[in-house]
């Protein structure tokens, strides 16, 4: 628009230059009196051609305007959003370069922290295990507080309860010694009787069963206190190295309180109070006596052996009875000590050297086994492997692990180790069993098996201590010899429940089927046997007599 603007005051010059050449040329006033009209005219259209190139120029200029505006306001447009791109790919551009700062920081920080952490994990596992074992510490100690109050009130409630539940097991034993059941049947007050005996003294229900059968209620109570009070230390004297009365008055001096076991031992010694620990004083380890029950006294006796004799310990191991026998033959002869565990047999040639034996040969066999090794023994011991129930105060883990398998298991090992030993005496030799059971089934059933299947009998064991054998027990009957066996019983006799008896042997081999019938049949006579027996004569006598007045009759 301003050029054109210059181009136009230009010409508008030239007229004026042209119309001033005219008035120079012509005269003034013919000038202005002949052409007035024609310039003003001309003028007009100047002016006119001037105002509408004006206004033209005008629009045009305000066209251009409006259009550099839009032109400019695009630009701005355009210029401002390449503005703001760029500003939002700096900001962009920026942003990362943060982030990616941010994240070499935090990397960076992280590997510092790792190694930080590596040179303090030793220390912080340190801490850690500190606090665990404090924590520890504190929640063993919190459930020990708990444990104990819990067990403070379960004792108060439990003596409560226990004293309720003696109170009705009197009341019971009562009722049945005077036959006075009330509403109850005989058989339902046995049960609540079992259940309550099971509660406390903590049998199993199999074990209390069988005691029950074989004891009255009375005594079966008195044998379950007597299996919960301890037995008295005894020990026995070794006559190889010293005598009873050296060894009582050395053990004196040391603070022991002892007595003799009894009339029937030489030997025995009991301990009922000691200062010094009886299994570690210089005796004991010099082998001038042995930690031994006094019941086990009883099977040696019984054997008796003699000097100069061949003598088999089936089941050796530890040693207390190998030992006793050799101390009684006075180291004369030959004992062969055999057991079927080789760690038991490490105790058996301890104490075998600890107590002075030489006459002893240590074997490692199956007892069932040993006829095919050797026979022909003068005398045989066998110390049969039990369940143990006759040393129940020495193992109270015995009333709830034993049942009745257990019992009938091992009674039938013990029938296959008596026939062995039977096997390996010499005709007319002697064998004794013995057991720390009081189980019949362990005791009379084996013996009784042993009569049925080998030529053997039950003679007198030379010995006054113990209760004879049983002739009946359930439904089982045994021969009448069986009343020469002993039985020793904690609450009789106040020592260890034990089982011995002895056998002589007759001939060699197996019983023959002929034979053993008569040896089967029991000589023991029942009430109702003898009822029957008696009926039966009357009608024998009765058919006799009834035969007899036909005959008459007839003739």
Request: proline fraction near 3%.
């Amino acid at each position: 628009m301003s050029n054109k603007k210059a181009q136009f005051s230009k010409h508008t010059l030239q007229l004026a230059q042209k119309y001033a050449q005219q008035l120079m040329q012509n005269d003034v006033i013919e000038l202005k009196s002949d052409d007035d009209k024609d310039i003003k005219s001309e003028d007009e259209q100047l002016n006119l051609e001037e105002d509408q190139d004006e206004q033209q120029e005008q629009l045009e200029e305000q066209q251009d305007d409006e259009n550099n505006d839009m032109n400019d306001e695009e630009d701005q447009d355009d210029q401002d959003d390449q503005d703001d791109q760029d500003n939002q790919e700096d900001q962009d551009d920026q942003d990362n370069q943060d982030n990616q700062e941010d994240l070499d920081d935090e990397q960076n920080e992280e590997d510092e922290q790792e190694i930080v952490e590596e040179k303090e994990e030793p220390k912080k596992q340190k801490k850690i295990k500190k606090q665990q074992q404090q924590e520890v510490e504190e929640q063993q100690e919190e459930q020990m507080e708990s444990f104990q109050q819990e067990e403070d009130l379960n004792d108060q409630l439990f003596e409560t309860d226990l004293n309720a539940v003696m109170n009705r097991i009197n009341k019971i034993i009562e009722a049945l010694k005077q036959k006075d059941y009330g509403k109850y049947s005989r058989e339902e007050l046995l049960n609540e009787l079992r259940k309550h005996l099971c509660t406390y003294y903590g049998y199993n229900q199999d074990l209390m069963s069988h005691f029950s059968s074989m004891f009255k209620p009375a005594e079966l109570v008195a044998f379950l206190d007597a299996n919960d009070a301890p037995r008295p230390i005894t020990i026995r004297v070794n006559t190889l190295r010293t005598r009873r009365k050296e060894l009582a008055q050395t053990l004196v001096q040391r603070g022991v309180n002892l007595d003799s076991v009894g009339d029937w031992t030489k030997v025995g010694l009991v301990i009922y109070e000691s200062k010094v620990p009886i299994g570690a004083t210089p005796e004991y380890l010099s082998g001038h006596y042995m930690l031994q029950s006094a019941s086990s006294f009883l099977p040696v006796l019984a054997l008796a052996p003699q000097m100069n004799e061949r003598i088999l310990d089936m089941a050796a191991a530890p040693g207390g009875k190998t030992t006793y026998i050799a101390q009684l033959m006075k180291n004369s002869g030959v004992i062969f000590a055999n057991d079927t565990s080789k760690d038991r047999e490490k105790a058996l040639f301890y104490n075998l050297q600890r107590m002075g034996v030489t006459n002893c040969i240590v074997t490692n066999y199956d007892g069932r086994k040993f006829p095919k090794v050797m026979k022909n023994f003068d005398r045989v011991l066998l110390d049969a492997p039990c369940t143990g129930l006759g040393i129940i105060s020495k193992d109270p883990s015995i009333k709830a692990q034993k049942q009745m398998r257990d019992i009938l298991k091992h009674s039938h090992l013990q029938k296959e180790l008596l026939l062995s030993a039977i096997d390996c005496c010499k005709k007319g030799g002697i064998i004794v069993y013995s057991t720390c059971s009081v189980s019949v089934h362990e005791n009379e059933v084996v013996l009784q098996y042993a009569l049925n299947n080998r030529h053997v009998k039950i003679i007198d064991t030379g010995l006054q201590v113990g209760n004879p054998g049983l002739l009946k027990f359930e439904d089982k009957k045994f021969h009448s010899s069986m009343n020469l066996a002993k039985r020793i019983y904690p609450h009789v006799h106040n020592m260890d429940g034990f089982f011995y008896a002895k056998l002589k042997k007759i001939n060699h081999g197996p019983i023959k089927e002929e034979i053993k019938k008569d040896v089967q049949e029991p000589q023991v006579m029942t009430k109702k046997m003898k009822k029957k027996q008696k009926q039966l004569e009357k009608l024998r006598l009765g058919e006799a007599r009834k035969q007899s007045q036909q005959q008459q009759q007839q003739q």
